[in-house]
């Protein structure tokens, strides 16, 4: 029996720091998935074994502290061979690597029949990392706390997201570096949620200029070039342009697929990294 998994990328329509309590950063986020994937195939297997498309992520893979996690906390004795077909480009602010543990806790949870709950497996997920809990649900949620607090919300109209992969440097511990750079003074309250949140509710899409990122703050002044390819952005014609997660993915939106599709391909002519995906609702 083989059993293969999608694991889609994520885009924060909101992402706000409320402050810091024993060393967490407390956040309250709107976090949309999309339709960006990447692909896991798992098998039964004695033990854990991991192959990576990307052999340069094999090493401390967070699939890998997934499986192992889960099979010591439901007291599993099986195993599982599985494999990653990476899609989404990594360490750029788009979540891939959380979506692929979380498809890994849910996968494995299904394979070595562990009937373990939604809320058991979002307790282990956030044992992995704080966008790790979103992933268990998908589609779009309000997030939490450190992560650990996913209200799924309803699916708005589809969107089209265009996103840009700046061609910089991979950088160590770059989430990490990007928390300890921001001040008391880029807190806030929690108000740019709460303002999104009553047309959320409704299922309606959130509007440009209510979209906000901490982040943008300050990650222009840690990426090299980021402004320049954020210029180079507008100038094919995107309007509206916000910050993937902790970057450098930039990233607008269009509720034309058509719109969205053409600004995709005059970026693509420029030999620039770039994608379109739509908004992925839950369960689909």
Known sequence: MMLTSYAPAKINLVLEVLGECDDYHQISSIVQAIELC??????????????????SLESGNLVIKAAELLKETASCRKGAQ???YKHIPWGVGLGGGSSDAAATLLALNELWKLKLSTPELVQIASKLGSDVPFFIYGGTALVEGI??????????????FVLLVPPLPKIKD???QLYNNLAISHFTKGQ??????PSLM???????PLMFNVFEKVAFDFFP???EYRRTFEE??????????SGPCLFTFSLEEEKANKLYLRLRKQGLECYVASSLPKDS
Do not use: M, Y
């Open 38 to 55: 990447d692909v896991l195939n798992f098998q039964p297997n004695k033990e854990i074994s991991f192959k990576c498309s990307e052999t």
């Open 236 to 245: 094919a014609g995107a309007s509206s342009i916000h910050l993937a997660g």
């Open 225 to 227: 070039q980021l402004s």
């Open 202 to 208: 409704q299922g309606k899409a959130i509007a440009p």
């Open 174 to 176: 770059k989430t990490k």
């Open 82 to 84: 599985i494999e990653l």
């Open 147 to 160: 992560g650990e607090k996913v209200t799924p919300l309803p699916s708005p109209p589809p969107i089209w």
């Open 192 to 197: 740019f949620v709460r303002t999104v949140l």
